[in-house]
Nanobody
Framework: VQLQASGGGLAQPGGSLRLSCAVSGSFSDVNNMGWSRQVPGKQRESVAMITSDGETDYTDSVKGRFTISRDNAKNTVYLEMNALKPEDTAVYFC??????????????????WGQGTLVTVSS
């Protein structure tokens, strides 16, 4: 299972960016998907999460500015970021709770992470 993130880059304060992350490989189901971010020297923080049914949750600092969505047919999660602020500058990581069957007939389930994409908000 691999997660491939894209869409990071440079934006001006007040600008917008859209991140995408696709899950690929051999698996049977994708449950919760989400995005976290990390600034050098600080702990990684969860930014947004979406269930397979479309329920969402956001950290307080991005509520009203960021929107998480997903396309279950494409096993892809998106993060629309608007009204960006310099403090949004970070490496953004996508994550997905993925199930895959094992040779023994059981289901193996774990969280997988993408490689990270840098978002820089600066004038």
């Amino acid at each position: 299972v691999q997660l491939q993130a894209s869409g990071g880059g440079l934006a001006q304060p007040g600008g917008s960016l859209r991140l995408s992350c696709a899950v690929s490989g051999s698996f049977s189901d994708v449950n919760n998907m989400g995005w976290s971010r990390q600034v050098p020297g600080k702990q990684r923080e969860s930014v947004a999460m979406i269930t397979s049914d479309g329920e969402t949750d956001y950290t307080d600092s991005v509520k009203g500015r960021f929107t998480i969505s997903r396309d279950n047919a494409k096993n892809t999660v998106y993060l629309e970021m608007n009204a960006l602020k310099p403090e949004d500058t970070a490496v953004y990581f996508c994550k997905a709770d993925v199930e895959r069957p094992t040779d023994g007939g059981t289901i193996y389930r774990r969280m997988y992470w993408g490689q990270g994409t840098l978002v820089t908000v600066s004038s």
